[in-house]
T-cell receptor, first 109, second 113 residues
C-alpha cells in the first residue's frame, strides 16, 4: 500500500519563528490534506491540496504531485500553533485515507 | 451544511465488556465513512472504511468490528474489550468523487481498565 512519511517528527520553535513541514508519499495520489490536531484531539482541516499552492493567513501549503511531496509552511509561529500536524493522502483506488505519523510542533513564548 | 456527530466523547470500560461507538453524518448522502484509532502519542491507524450500506472493509485484524446499518450511520463494536483497545477513536466522512476532502468527528477517548 501507499506509504506516507512526514519530517521532522518533532519541532521546537520560539514564538515568531518560521517552519517547514514535509510530507513524502510513495505513489500517485488524487487527494492530499493537511490537518492540525489540537490538544483536545480534534482534527482541524488546514488544506485540501492535491497539487499547487494555497495560503490561509500565516499558513501555506505546496504540493508537487509529480515529485510526490507536499510542504506546509508556518510563518510567525504562535503558541496556539502547537500540536501535531498530519498529512493524509487517498490511495489510487480512491477510498482509503492514509495518514503519516505526524510532526509534533511545540512553540514556546 | 454537513456535520458529523460522534459519541460518547469519553468512555471507561472494564476488560471483557462490550463496546458500541456510533457516528452519524448529516447533510449528505452516500458518504464514504471511516473509523480510525490513535494510541497515545501515535499516528492515526485506519481500522475500517465503508463505501455504502452493509459494505465494510477492514484494514487491520483486531478485536473490533464495524457495521453500517444506514446510509449515514457507522458503528464500531467489540464483543469483549481488551486493554490494548484503549485509545482515541475518530470517525470521518468524505463524499466521492468530489469533494475529496475528509472531515472528522470530535473523537471518543476509550480507556479499558
Amino acid at each position: 500500500g501507499i506509504q506516507v512519511e512526514q519530517s521532522p517528527p518533532d519541532l521546537i520553535l520560539q514564538e515568531g519563528a518560521n517552519s517547514t513541514l514535509r510530507c513524502n508519499f510513495s505513489d500517485s495520489v488524487n487527494n492530499l490534506q493537511w490537518f492540525h490536531q489540537n490538544p483536545w484531539g480534534q482534527l482541524i482541516n488546514l488544506f485540501y491540496i492535491p497539487s499547487g499552492t494555497k495560503q490561509n493567513g500565516r499558513l501555506s501549503a505546496t504540493t508537487v504531485a509529480t515529485e510526490r511531496y507536499s510542504l506546509l509552511y508556518i510563518s510567525s509561529s504562535q503558541t496556539t500553533d502547537s500540536g501535531v500536524y498530519f498529512c493524509a493522502v487517498v490511495d489510487q483506488a480512491g477510498t482509503a485515507l492514509i495518514f503519516g505519523k505526524g510532526t509534533t510542533l511545540s512553540v514556546s513564548s | 451544511s454537513q456535520t458529523i456527530h460522534q459519541w460518547p466523547a469519553t468512555l471507561v470500560q472494564p476488560v471483557g465488556s462490550p463496546l458500541s461507538l456510533e457516528c452519524t453524518v448529516e447533510g449528505t448522502s452516500n458518504p464514504n465513512l471511516y473509523w480510525y484509532r490513535q494510541a497515545a502519542g501515535r499516528g492515526l491507524q485506519l481500522l475500517f472504511y465503508s463505501v455504502g450500506i452493509g459494505q465494510i472493509s477492514s484494514e487491520v485484524p483486531q478485536n473490533l468490528s464495524a457495521s453500517r446499518p444506514q446510509d449515514r450511520q457507522f458503528i464500531l463494536s467489540s464483543k469483549k474489550l481488551l486493554l490494548s483497545d484503549s485509545g482515541f477513536y475518530l470517525c470521518a466522512w468524505r463524499h466521492p468523487p468530489l469533494p475529496f476532502e475528509a472531515f472528522f468527528g470530535q473523537g471518543t477517548r476509550l480507556t479499558v481498565v
